[in-house]
């Protein structure tokens, strides 16, 4: 089974770069202290790199 991540939205998108907002959408993160998981990929860890300063990221 591969590694999972667990990815937590810890600042607010208000101000944000478009293309920040985006990738936060497209990881499925909307409000603030939502919560997803998804499967550790290079893509998703680019996408997470790209907002690493709004999200708190748990290895599962």
């Known amino acids: 089974m591969a590694k999972q ?3 937590t939205l810890v600042k607010s998108l208000i101000g944000a770069r478009p293309d920040m907002r ?3 959408e497209s990881l499925g993160l909307s409000k ?3 919560v997803v998981v998804k499967e550790d990929t290079p893509t998703i860890r680019g996408m997470i790199n790209k ?5 708190n990221v748990e290895e599962k």
């Open 32 to 34: 603030v202290n939502s």
């Open 51 to 55: 907002i690493s300063h709004l999200v």
């Open 22 to 24: 985006k990738n936060a």
């Open 5 to 7: 991540l667990k990815i």
